[in-house]
T-cell receptor, first 114, second 114 residues
Framework: ETGVTQTPRHLVMGMTNKKSLKCEQH?????MYWYKQSAKKPLELMFV???????ENNSVPSRFSPECPNSSHLFLHLHTLQPEDSALYLC?????????????FGQGTRLTVV | AQSVTQPDIHITVSEGASLELRCNYS??????LFWYVQSPGQGLQLLLK??????LVQGIKGFEAEFKRSQSSFNLRKPSVHWSDAAEYFC????????????FGPGTSLSVIP
């Protein structure tokens, strides 16, 4: 098992669809993150969960809805997306502590909105 | 304001040549610094990190980086580049806990000529 696993790896959805991205970490970390990576743009932090509570929401549109049922799982629920939401969505986890938040990333879900 | 800059958007080097990727940061507190690499279609992998102590840190795949507080820099180096090093490289500034978000630079794309 790799440290952080994301499914699916690729997703094509219409603007009226509802889908979910899944992330699972096997590292015993207490924080999980969703990032959006668009072409020619810096990595954008979307959501942060620490101890299963959301602690950061960077003005992300409500069509993205995160869920963290436990410390090992993180979901991103998608509905009524726009074509500009097409991107690579990366999940990461880390362990809060004195040594800083070294993040471990999954391989990402390549999302295409048509 | 907290920020990370990577002045070089794209760099091309010949296989066997030396490499230096630049990173400058602006951060109010003690910086925790990271370099990540991203191969096409993959997530981000940590190359190395600096928290304290020796300002020259060694990482995986033969990479090293030097922290220079006076210049607010954390440049990545490799003495001899391999074709498999072609990828996107991200410098990041982190914090002690996930409540302080990790800031990523825009990335430098490395191409390697055989």
């Amino acid at each position: 098992e790799t440290g952080v696993t994301q499914t699916p790896r690729h997703l094509v959805m219409g603007m009226t669809n509802k889908k979910s991205l899944k992330c699972e970490q096997h590292l015993g970390h207490n924080a999980m993150y969703w990032y959006k990576q668009s072409a020619k743009k810096p990595l954008e932090l979307m959501f942060v969960y620490s101890l299963e509570e959301r602690v950061e929401n960077n003005s992300v549109p409500s069509r993205f809805s995160p869920e963290c049922p436990n410390s090992s799982h993180l979901f991103l629920h998608l509905h009524t997306l726009q074509p500009e939401d097409s991107a690579l969505y990366l999940c990461a986890s880390s362990q809060d502590g004195e040594l800083g938040t070294e993040a471990f990333f999954g391989q990402g879900t390549r999302l295409t909105v048509v | 304001a907290q920020s990370v800059t990577q002045p070089d958007i794209h760099i091309t080097v010949s296989e066997g040549a030396s490499l230096e990727l630049r990173c400058n940061y602006s951060y109010g507190a003690t910086p925790y610094l990271f370099w990540y690499v991203q191969s096409p279609g993959q997530g981000l992998q940590l190359l190395l990190k600096y928290f304290s102590g020796d300002t020259l840190v060694q990482g995986i795949k033969g990479f090293e980086a030097e922290f220079k507080r006076s210049q607010s820099s954390f440049n990545l180096r490799k003495p001899s580049v391999h074709w498999s090093d072609a990828a996107e490289y991200f410098c990041a500034v982190g914090a002690k806990t996930s409540y302080d978000k990790v800031i990523f630079g825009p990335g430098t794309s490395l191409s390697v000529i055989p």
